[in-house]
């Protein structure tokens, strides 16, 4: 079963750059999948200890200003400026967390299922990719399918592929949509969009991770770059938290607690 093709002379290159910005696209989920599991966990405890810097800061600058005040702090009131104030920080710590999470617990496929699901969706692409097939944006059937697909492909899952292959072919059937007139009037202005769109996914991150991800020396020496900023936050932390024994100890701090 084939959809009817666009009489357009051009139309098989459209057909080829969708298809491979949908690969580009794929490869460079995949690459951000790798710098993650490679370098997320540095990453992430850098954020970590330079958020407690800053909370850190945030507790003296608070402290100081009760210093010039009277020399009574609130600390509940203080706790509740620095929720306030480091929210934020760690909702961006909690999603790199999990994002770590998430990229080491992902699966490694096999060379033979990654070719394998590439060939799958390329036939699927053809009969229901939304940007070849209108009917797919029209059909909630096509739509769900086309779903499925793509979460199918990012995974390589080659036998949800194989199976979605023939219900594909049995919606299109069930909706007499075997055949397709495709008119893609401004095709000429959609393939200079889609080459666009396929240097953009190349020259920019994560894609261009991949040449720092093939060349081992680069990832020691980024490793190491991190474990470095990582130890020097670490050691800003033990100083701001000495910065801050001193000032309770011999500022004249008074701390003020609110009995329930």
């Not at 309770?248 to 329930?260: F, H, L, Y």
Request: charged share 35%; net charge negative; hydrophobic share 35%.
């Amino acid at each position: 079963m084939e959809l009817i093709r666009s009489t357009h002379t051009n139309y098989d290159e459209y057909e080829s750059l969708l298809l491979e910005r949908d690969q580009a696209q794929k490869e460079a989920g995949q690459i951000w999948t790798c710098y993650i599991q490679t370098f997320g966990k540095l990453i992430a405890d850098v954020y970590e200890e330079k958020i407690e810097c800053i909370k850190c800061r945030k507790t003296i600058d608070f402290y100081q200003r009760a210093l010039n005040h009277g020399g009574v702090v609130d600390q509940d009131a203080m706790q509740e400026y620095l929720d306030r104030e480091m929210a934020l920080y760690y909702v961006n710590l909690k999603r790199m967390q999990d994002d770590y999470q998430k990229c080491k617990n992902a699966g490694t496929s096999t060379s033979y299922e990654v070719q394998r699901s590439r060939t799958l969706y390329r036939r699927l692409a053809k009969l229901i990719h939304p940007d070849i097939n209108p009917e797919t944006d029209r059909q909630e059937v096509l739509k769900e399918l086309w779903q499925r697909i793509l979460t199918a492909y990012g995974h390589n899952d080659i036998k949800a592929l194989s199976e979605l292959e023939v219900l594909v072919r049995k919606a299109l059937k069930d909706l007499g949509k075997e055949e397709i007139k495709i008119d893609i009037p401004d095709i000429s202005e959609r393939i200079d969009a889609l080459k666009k769109e396929i240097l953009d996914i190349t020259s920019t991150e994560p894609y261009t991770y991949r040449e720092l991800l093939e060349n081992d020396d680069a990832v020691k020496k980024k490793k190491t770059a991190l474990q470095e900023e990582l130890d020097t936050y670490k050691k800003y932390h033990d100083e701001l938290k000495e910065a801050i024994l001193q000032i309770v100890s011999k500022g004249g701090i008074e701390i003020k607690w609110r009995m329930n």
